[in-house]
């Protein structure tokens, strides 16, 4: 198979041409102020970069990603688009990495935005499906500014890949924070392990089939689920299915400690973006 074909089999979450919202960034692309946040998120808009990288092998694989160009991947996007990728491709429940498998990307899409970023700026990658929600991501790039530096802010909001469920607000009204959290849950699996990306993959060759294999046993047993006769037959919705009813208890969990109403969770559900804040500051 092609690299290219692997590699769109694999990518979890497609990386977003989508335009960003973005808070008072100047019209023109070009930075003459680089070390103004404004500055700085317009740059990461508008920016395309290509973010060479390996793939991570699962535990136990036959062959060295080092030594096999099967492995070899190249992502393009705008950085921030990279950056929400990473974040969500890398996301961890109650703070531990859920599958473990796409961490040298995000590795190399650190590294590739760090080295443009100007001096003395710290960019924050956030995304928080809802407030108090179980899952989640946030890592840096750059460090702190001191405490006594004149600091500007400014944040931007990416799309995560992920859509927000289109029945969320009718569900809430009529059924409360478990039926919600159902199709919020389902929502979120199917980002994170898009079905029809991982059932033609399963019927894949090494290294895509066993890594598709490996992110869904590490989903199941995360949710105290067995999938593994579902993707055995190669029935990937099942085995979401059954991932995202798991889910559903802790995120009915989260949505009730965090809002007071279904309807006031709605409006606080944030699946579909990740939020990035720039900070610059002067000496």
Request: a negative charge; hydrophobic letters at 45%; aromatic letters at 4%.
């Amino acid at each position: 198979m092609t690299a290219a074909a692997l590699d769109a089999c694999l990518c979890l979450l497609l990386i977003s041409a989508a335009a960003v919202t973005v808070t008072s960034v100047p019209a023109s692309p070009a930075v003459t102020h680089t070390d103004r946040a404004d500055a700085v998120a317009g740059t990461l808009a508008a920016t395309t970069a290509e973010v060479p990288y390996t793939l991570e092998p699962s535990p136990n694989a036959a062959t060295d990603p080092d030594t096999n160009p099967e492995f070899d991947r190249v992502a393009h996007g705008t950085l921030a688009s990279l950056l929400a990728d990473a974040a969500v491709r890398t996301v961890r429940v109650d703070g531990e990495a859920l599958t473990r498998t796409n961490a040298r990307f995000a590795t190399a899409v650190r590294e590739v935005v760090a080295d443009r970023l100007p001096p003395r700026t710290r960019v924050v990658v956030r995304w928080k499906p809802f407030p108090d929600a179980h899952l989640g991501r946030t890592f840096a790039v750059g460090d702190d500014p001191p405490q006594s530096a004149d600091v500007h802010a400014e944040t931007i909001r990416v799309p995560s890949g992920v859509d927000a469920p289109n029945t969320a607000h009718v569900t809430a009204e009529d059924e409360g924070h478990r039926a919600l959290a159902r199709v919020v849950s389902e929502s979120l699996v199917a980002g994170i392990l898009p079905p029809e990306k991982a059932r033609l993959a399963l019927g894949d060759d090494a290294p895509l089939d066993d890594l598709v294999r490996h992110r869904y046993r590490r989903a199941s047993a995360r949710y105290g689920v067995d999938t593994a006769a579902a993707i055995e037959r190669g029935d990937t919705r099942d085995a979401n299915r059954q991932i995202a009813a798991a889910m559903a208890d802790h995120v009915a969990a989260d949505l009730e400690r965090a809002s007071e109403s279904p309807a006031e969770a709605v409006e606080r559900l944030a699946l579909d973006s990740v939020e990035i804040s720039v900070r610059t500051w002067s000496p």
